[in-house]
């Protein structure tokens, strides 16, 4: 069976119900498979099974299969390793695989790649930083598997599509040769990334008749929910399950897939859907009018977008309450700030208005978040992002420098030159480091307690600031500094400065453990930064989690003496310094807040399938609800199942894309929305810049009409 209609129709709790009921009547929960397209959907799914067997007095027990298809993958690969190892080529098959994480894939394609950059030039005609440059070449990788062709063929297909300058070609085969040399690497070492994992399963591991065996004796029942946001491969997976499971329940969002930059294969999913003996549409959107949705399906119709049918009974004309913002940026913000402000007086909770933009940079959440601050009844704001590199999160760039201190000898190389600590380095550390000290303070006392010759020397780098003897030449300039800094700092200070003082004096330590003592011996204690503060300490475990998975990854190359321990602890600090995307982490992806606004780009508001009584569709004169992000050495159109390989990808092509593309978001969005929108615009954008993006000009047609 597969359950299909509009988003906010009932398909999931539809599906979390069967699954309940069948659980309440005392099935095995090991023998259901519920495939789901991200890690957060796990979550949500665990707590919906739990509040509904509590609520019918069943027994809650775990067991229930509940993943992602990647996530399937690693833990088949793990378990049959032994039946694939030397036939994939594995140079050691008798030892086990190491499975790399997004971060430390990148530490090892950079090895690939630097020398490449240094010696021989490659990619010089492109004016990327590091980070975008990996995260593209890995992403043909993943883009390879996940579609199903071979890795050797992502230069030919790029090739074929191009229709732009010549310069371009030599991009593509220099991109060619880094894949080809990374999965020699890997090959080479073990080293299993997201795209030899998947790759591995669907063209080893699944045709292999003891795993069918093992699949068909393990389960029974398969569940799929969201299909549209998951990739060809594991739409290949519920295919091949489906003839081997005695049920399959599917359940697919009309006009979604917006994951299409991670391989999201609406195209394969309906043809799943087709392939179903018995299919139903659910059409009762709950806790909307539908007015939303027409609204949507009448700004697609005026820039020839696919268009959802929207719910008999709603009207456009009244699904827009307010249309604003002004000329400038900074009023279009105020404007939704007052917008905001009158919703919650008139008795709105401030978690069921959503702020939805094309993009959210820190500018604008800082700006919100400050403006909704300061507002006559002050309101909070939840920010939802995609994980910024951890080197952004300012407590973890403290963190690392902390951790330089303590490692003096550690040093640090950036785009072939050294990378030296300097005085804002250690002021920022300070201000995360002690509790309450503001940048102003944290610059002066920095400016007295850094002292770059014992860094160098390897003693150290913070100077103890007390206990000068009577008559020292800086007693009297301490004294004063202390009196501009604070007395209440100087305890925690020295806390701080003994502490390093005494890691010093011992054996260096894995980094993980490093970072696990310092927050547990002193951060989190009473004048220090992370005391009852659980925002700041969720950034400081994605940054202990990560030295750990980095240390399994790259620890055995390295050794457990003291010099590999400092050079492992150098090696990860140099990558994340360099600017590497962030792996993802649960989280990083919290609940909104109960009393909190909303505020997510609009990609992120969809794929976390968010709900709001009223949204304010945000910037939308920005180019960003149209344009794709640049990716010169990469495109998620031709290197797709539906791209017909040798065809060029032309103007005509882009355009249509970009249609559907925002068509569909537009849908997705509304579909979330229970009562109504409001529409911010600016003519001029963040840098001063003159905006004429394509939907405002679509949403002024769909209201003249």
């Known amino acids: 069976l597969c359950v ?76 049959f390793w032994p039946l694939l190892a030397e036939e994939a080529g594995f140079a050691s098959p008798d030892a086990e695989p190491v499975f790399l994480t997004i971060e430390t894939t990148q530490y090892y394609m950079w090895r690939i790649v630097e020398p490449l950059i240094a010696e021989q030039g490659y990619f010089s005609d492109l004016r990327v930083r590091r980070g975008r440059l990996l995260s593209q070449l890995i992403d043909n990788l993943n883009k390879s598997a996940l579609v199903g062709f071979s890795h050797q063929e992502i230069e030919p297909r790029l090739r074929a599509a191009w229709t732009g300058p010549a310069d371009r070609l030599a991009s593509y085969r220099q991109a060619q040769e880094c894949a080809v040399l990374f999965r020699e690497y890997c090959l080479a070492h073990n080293l299993l990334d997201f795209s030899l994992v998947c790759e591995l399963f669907a063209q080893r591991l699944m045709p292999h008749p003891q795993f069918a065996a093992s699949f068909a004796e393990r389960y029974h029942t398969l569940v799929v929910d969201n299909l549209e946001e998951n990739v060809p491969v594991a739409h290949d997976l519920v295919g091949w399950a489906m003839e081997r499971c005695a049920a399959t329940l599917l359940a697919v969002d009309e006009g979604a897939g917006y994951r299409v930059f991670l391989g999201a294969d609406y195209d394969g999913a309906r043809a799943l859907a087709r392939a179903c003996q018995r299919t139903q549409r659910f059409t009762q959107a709950f806790g909307s009018d539908g007015a939303p949705l027409a609204f949507a399906s009448r700004v697609c119709t005026a820039f020839d977008a696919p268009a959802a049918i929207p719910p008999e009974g709603g009207d456009g004309q009244d699904a827009v309450i307010r249309y604003g913002g002004g000329q400038l940026w900074i009023g279009m913000i105020r404007w939704i700030v007052e917008r905001v402000r009158e919703l919650v007086e008139g008795g709105v909770p401030p978690s069921e208005i959503a702020i939805v933009a094309p993009y959210v940079s820190e500018v604008m959440r800082f700006t919100l978040e400050d403006a909704l601050a300061h507002a006559p009844r002050p309101l909070r704001l939840h920010a939802l992002r995609p994980a910024l590199p951890l080197r952004e999160e300012p407590a973890v760039a403290a963190m690392l420098t902390l951790a330089r201190l303590a490692h003096p000898t550690w040093r640090i190389v950036l785009q072939g030159q050294e990378h030296l600590l300097a005085r804002e380095d250690v002021a920022l550390a300070l201000e995360h480091s002690l509790a309450g000290l503001d940048p102003i303070r944290a610059e002066h006392l920095a400016r007295e307690a850094f002292d770059v010759r014992a860094l160098r020397t390897g003693t150290g780098g913070l100077v103890a600031l007390t206990h000068l003897p009577d008559g020292h030449p800086r007693a009297g300039q301490i004294g004063r500094m202390w009196e501009r800094v604070g007395y209440r700092y100087q305890e925690a200070y020295e806390g701080l400065c003994d502490w390093l003082a005494r890691y010093l004096q011992g054996p260096p330590e894995p980094l993980d453990v490093f970072f696990s003592r310092l927050f547990g011996d002193l951060l989190t204690r009473p004048g220090y930064a992370l005391h009852a ?66 505020l997510a780009p609009a990609y992120a508001y969809l794929t976390r399938d968010l709900r709001s009584a009223y949204q304010i569709w945000a910037d939308l004169a920005s180019p960003g609800w149209w344009t794709r992000p640049n990716q010169p050495l990469t495109h998620p159109y031709v290197l797709s199942r539906a791209w017909p390989a040798g065809h060029l ?29 409001l529409l911010a615009s600016c003519q001029l954008g963040i840098g001063g810049e003159e905006q004429t993006g394509e939907l405002e000009r679509a949403i002024l047609a769909a209201q003249t009409r």
């Open 533 to 598: 503060n659980p925002l700041g300490a969720r950034a400081y475990g994605r940054l202990v989690e990560s030295a750990f998975k980095f240390g399994q990854a790259v620890g055995d190359d390295i050794g457990e003496s003291e010099e590999g321990l400092l050079a492992l602890g150098q090696d990860f600090a140099s990558l994340l310094l360099g600017g590497i995307a962030s792996a993802e982490y649960l989280s990083d992806a919290p609940a909104p807040e109960d009393d909190a606004v909303v």
């Open 4 to 79: 299909h209609g509009l988003p906010g129709t009932g398909k999931t709790t539809a599906l979390q119900a069967y699954l309940a009921r069948r659980l309440a009547a005392g099935e095995r929960p090991d023998r259901f498979l519920v495939l789901l397209p991200q890690r957060a959907h796990v979550q949500r799914y665990e707590q919906a099974l739990v509040e509904m067997l509590t609520a019918c007095d069943a027994p809650v027990r775990g067991g229930v299969d509940l993943v992602t298809y990647p996530g399937f993958c690693q833990r088949q690969i793990a378990l």
């Open 649 to 677: 990808w032309e103007e005509t092509d882009e355009d249509r894309a970009r249609r559907r593309a925002l068509g569909g978001v537009l849908t997705g969005l509304a579909a979330r929305c229970e009562r109504g929108l």
